[in-house]
């Protein structure tokens, strides 16, 4: 409503109506009537020859003597029925071609409307559908025009002679005022919100990401959920299962993991590149960031990073290249198979194999595979003793590397995304963290951070890899989301400084979790984990993203930090209440299985 007040002509005298019939083409009848003072300024133009009444539509349209050439070409005997008759001036006379100038004449009305239906505009001018349909396809062709579906239901509303119902919910719009609509919209969704306190945020958060007590799920199609949502998100490898998903995961299993690896839903793998250091790259295990993604998205994760090649990346040592070798020739292979095929000792390609890992080189069908890596084959050994053997059996199927299915290059995924050659993409690399600058991988990234965190803004991006699209990138991408109505923008978190954005069922949880009174529940998470941001989101200094260190939230404000084994507190507490603190704080979800890994 407010653009076609805006673009309505408002005249005052006789000239300003002239005015408005030229740049709209014609007004209805009943357009001249709403108006008090227009009749009588018509009046005064059809004396003075300038306009004139043609008796097509319901209410019959008026025209000035400059348009009439289009209107005698639509309406071949429109002339001599006009009231009063007029000629058209000497310079405007031309013959018209009746489509070209059924055309011209849609294209002006538009400029004064707004959203329409095709049978409205048919029914104002009196003719058939499926003519302004030709007209207003021709429009669209050229980019003047738009369709789609523009106002509440597709009402299109206030516009011309419109009939009972609108054969069709498509409407119409001018390209110009259909982007002024936009920019309407989006600053009322974006006035229309109330921004919460960080600590809000916070405990939306524990919801959204399911670490909350009492939205925590359980099962494997729960594992691939919540993989799903953290999916390109780089942990310690140890975190995975120690701290991340048992922190959302009632009785987490590892054997779930294992199951959606092994079935192609899940891959694991190190993103990030390994650096040189003139040194040969140090054996995994427990540090190396590692990340979860579905199989199919894996090619997007992998264009992100340079490539291994790159002079800035360590070059594997003898037996991990070896390894490389054998893979690259024979493709994925079982370990025995690699063990066979290479002439290493089994220790000797455990070591090469988890040298690999730790470059993103290599990874296994299983996450056995990685878990395998994390613990000594020595410790390994003694896992099958002092226990019954049906759990004997199982714990050692866990960690066991024989059971961690094929091992594969990774980096393949990699050379898929650019054609085939792998180089190109280090040499795709637009800044100093090699993100590929692809509008489709940008995208990618940008929706999976608002399926991890709800809401996006600059800092809560800095939480992620440095590999990640730069926030500049991110930007315009989110600002495309939401221009198309897919996101919202606005202020969403107070006291954090440039554009929020969110998705729209995000909101209203955010809202909820603002109303939602305060009850003093305990949520404690590791530094490794996405929801450790403190010094984010929050006042202080940063928690390392160690998976040894943890944060204690209380209402989501943090009050307590576990750091190098040393608890922190960060706001006074008495006695009892600092020892039930300290109790949280060190309070794990380890599932027995993996407490070998702990």
């Not at 409407?171 to 809000?200: G, K, M, N, Q």
């Not at 455990?350 to 993103?360: D, S």
């Not at 960690?399 to 792998?422: P, S």
């Amino acid at each position: 409503w407010r653009v076609r007040e805006e673009v309505w002509p408002l005249a005052r005298n006789a000239d300003e109506l002239h005015d408005a019939l030229l740049g709209l083409a014609f007004l209805t009848g009943s357009e001249i009537e709403a108006q008090a003072e227009w009749k009588a300024l018509f009046d005064e133009l059809a004396r003075a020859l300038r306009a004139t009444a043609l008796n097509v539509g319901p209410t019959g349209i008026v025209v000035c003597a400059e348009r009439l050439p289009e209107f005698e070409a639509v309406y071949p005997d429109a002339g001599a029925a006009a009231a009063p008759r007029i000629e058209a001036p000497e310079e405007v006379r031309k013959a018209w071609d009746r489509g070209d100038a059924l055309v011209e004449i849609v294209r002006d009305r538009l400029q004064g409307l707004g959203p329409v239906h095709s049978s409205q505009l048919a029914a104002s001018l009196g003719l058939p559908e499926a003519s302004i349909d030709a007209a207003l396809i021709a429009l669209e062709t050229e980019g003047s025009v738009m369709r789609g579906s523009f106002t509440p239901a597709g009402s299109g509303v206030g516009v011309g002679e419109a009939p009972a119902g609108a054969a069709t919910s498509v409407e119409w719009c001018e390209r110009r005022l259909l982007a002024r609509i936009h920019r309407y919209t989006v600053s009322r969704l974006r006035a229309e919100i109330e921004p919460v306190e960080a600590r809000d945020m916070l405990r939306f958060l524990f919801e959204w990401q399911r670490a909350a007590p009492e939205s925590r799920v359980e099962g494997p199609d729960a594992v691939a959920a919540i993989v799903a949502q953290l999916e390109g998100f780089e942990a310690p490898a140890a975190a995975w299962e120690t701290e991340i998903l048992p922190a959302r995961v009632n009785e987490y299993d590892p054997a779930w993991l294992d199951e959606l690896s092994r079935a192609g839903r899940v891959v694991w793998t190190r993103i990030s590149p390994l650096h040189a250091s003139g040194e040969r790259a140090p054996s995994p295990v427990r540090t190396t960031p590692i990340a979860l993604a579905s199989r199919r998205n894996l090619p997007v994760w992998s264009a992100l990073a340079r490539d291994e090649l790159s002079e800035r990346t360590a070059q594997p040592g003898s037996r991990a290249q070896r390894v490389i070798e054998f893979l690259s020739t024979h493709g994925a292979s079982f370990f025995d198979e690699i063990v066979e095929g290479t002439g290493l000792l089994r220790t000797q390609v455990e070591e090469a194999l988890g040298e690999l890992v730790a470059q993103g080189l290599v990874n296994s069908d299983g996450f056995g595979g990685l878990r395998a890596l994390l613990v000594p084959s020595e410790r390994r050994r003694n896992l099958d003793g002092g226990a019954e053997r049906g759990r004997r059996m199982r714990r050692t199927a866990l960690f066991g590397i024989e059971d961690a299915g094929r091992w594969a290059l990774a980096r393949r995924q990699a050379a898929a995304v650019t054609g085939g050659n792998a180089q190109a993409v280090a040499s795709a690399a637009d800044r100093q963290g090699g993100t590929v600058d692809d509008p489709n991988v940008v995208e990618h990234v940008a929706r999976t951070l608002l399926r991890r965190y709800g809401v996006v803004f600059w800092r809560i991006v800095a939480r992620e890899a440095d590999w990640l699209p730069p926030w500049r990138s991110l930007l315009k991408c989110l600002r495309r989301l939401e221009a198309r109505g897919e996101i919202r923008g606005g202020r969403f978190v107070a006291g954090v400084t440039g554009e929020q954005f969110a998705l729209p069922e995000a909101i209203g949880l955010l809202r909820d979790a603002r109303r939602r009174e305060r009850s003093g529940a305990l949520i404690g998470v590791s530094g490794a984990d996405p929801l450790n941001l403190v010094g984010v989101i929050t006042p202080g200094p940063r928690l390392p993203a160690l998976t040894g260190n943890r944060v204690l939230y209380r209402d989501g404000v943090p009050i307590a930090l576990l750091v190098a084994g040393e608890a922190r507190f960060l706001e006074p507490l008495d006695p009892e209440a600092q020892w039930s603190a300290r109790a949280a704080l060190v309070r794990r979800q380890v599932p027995a299985t993996l407490r070998f890994l702990s």
